[in-house]
């Protein structure tokens, strides 16, 4: 059964240096999405892109925060200056176009800013 | 008021138990619903996904919705030691984007 992939599986940095998170969503899928968890948080929602594009954002996918499609499969997330408070799981997820709301996730990047 | 709402547990139940979890919510417009399983330290999965109100089974899993409470449950029959995990509920409307909206998240120990 297809699924998302994303690498790494964990990563440790700087504060201040940047990331860049990589998934590779299911094969057939036209959106995509980041979203975050925090430890003992909820699942929260970053960005979604469609066609090339970011098609929503919210509050907390600010200037530090960027997206991509750089190639036919992968889609990252780059964070230019990360900061303590960005510790946390990075979870990328795709749908097919017709079905939004089936959203399948990736395994998680666990990020650590020290 | 948090728009989506989910006791945390941890919910502790024997081997073959009937276990409910639930989530209310307050925006009326949401129309989408789904519940994930997630194991520790691991991505969120699929398990069921529900359009406006009413019951759907899948196997041992059956998603009830009642629009009218803004209540959801996802029941588990005999349930299994390999069903602890988290569930979380998510949500979403028909024209609120491409955001779901996750509840926190309700921790599920099956003991043999």
Redesign the interface.
Known sequence: EPE?T?TPSHQVTQMGQEVILRCVPISNHL?F?W?RQILG?????LV?FYNNEI??K?EIFDDQFSVERPDGSNFTLKIRSTKLEDSA?Y?CASTPGTS?????????T?LLVL | QKEVEQDPGPLSVPEGAIVSLNCTYSNSAFQYFMWYRQYSRKGPELLMYTYSSGNKEDGRFTAQVDKSSKYISLFIRDSQPSDSATYLCAMKGPNSGYALNFGKGTSLLVTP
């Open positions: 998302v994303q959106y999405y979203y948080q909820k699942v929260e929602f979604s098609s929503e919210s799981m979870f939004q709301e089936t959203q399948y996730f990736g395994p998680g666990r």
